[in-house]
């Protein structure tokens, strides 16, 4: 989490890790640290096959949008964001 703007950057695991509960175990982790911080809310761009992830856990959906990536290329993203 980037605390300074309430942004979750993203949450990755394995592969052989998808849909066995650890994704949203560190997710959960992340959220109570930010909540720990004074955050009352998360925010980030989410990749278009990660939305299912954020949205089950309670992210809404905000609008599309193109992400901006280190090497000036651009993502297709979503906008999601979630109160604490």
């Known amino acids: 989490i980037v605390v300074s ?4 950057r993203a949450v990755y695991v394995a592969p052989s890790f998808g849909r066995s509960g650890v994704g ?6 992340l ?11 998360l925010h980030l761009n989410a990749s278009l096959n990660a939305e299912p992830f954020y ?12 992400h901006p990536l280190r090497s000036g ?3 297709p993203s979503i906008r999601m964001r979630k109160k604490l």
């Open 5 to 8: 703007n309430s942004e979750l």
């Open 73 to 75: 290329q651009k993502m």
């Open 55 to 66: 949205q089950v856990n309670g992210y809404m959906n905000e609008g599309f949008e193109d």
């Open 24 to 29: 949203t175990a560190i997710l959960q982790e």
């Open 31 to 41: 959220e109570r640290l930010a909540r720990e911080q004074g955050l009352l809310e």
